[in-house]
């Protein structure tokens, strides 16, 4: 192996792969949007819908908010990954996915226009692969401050 890798373990590889599966259900998030955008009729630079002008604002700012929320954990997430991952990449690779999936079922609960409905199911579960990244990077750091 050459590029400065070396010293990674090859499970690494792993990591960067859950990181783009997770760029992908972005993308799937975003779509979501810009269809709701369009069915219920809330124009570009809109970022929220206003109740008193769209009967729909609700679900709309909803399915907004689902991907919005999304988005401010994403740089939490890829850092949790990518620091962690180094010491524990399977372990990572295995709470990154359990996040991906949790953050799907977040989505799709938040998108009924039922805010509570996004810690239905499987969407509670979120904060429980964050914290378990949080602790995989807080041993990678130990392990370099005792080595």
């Known amino acids: ?6 010293f990674l373990p090859k499970e690494y590889g792993y990591v960067p792969l859950v990181i783009v599966l997770y ?3 972005n993308f799937y998030m975003s779509a979501q949007v810009g269809l709701a955008r369009k069915k219920y009729k809330v124009p570009y630079p ?3 819908a206003s109740e008193a002008e769209n009967k729909d604002a609700k679900l709309f700012n909803c399915i907004q908010r689902g991907h919005q929320n999304s988005l401010e954990s994403m740089p939490l997430f890829f850092v949790l990954m990518v ?3 180094i010491k524990h990449p399977i372990i990572s690779a295995a709470l990154g996915i359990l996040y991906i999936v ?3 079922f977040y989505f799709k609960g938040y998108s009924t226009g039922i805010p509570d409905n996004r810690l239905g199911g499987l969407g509670k579960f979120w904060l429980l692969a964050i914290f378990g990244l949080v602790f995989c990077t807080v041993s990678f750091g ?4 005792l080595s």
């Not at 192996?1 to 070396?6: A, R």
């Open 23 to 25: 760029i992908f259900l």
């Open 102 to 104: 949790t953050r799907f």
């Open 83 to 85: 620091l962690g991952g």
């Open 46 to 48: 809109t970022l929220y």
């Open 142 to 145: 130990v392990s370099l401050l």
């Open 1 to 6: 192996m050459s590029g400065g890798v070396e």
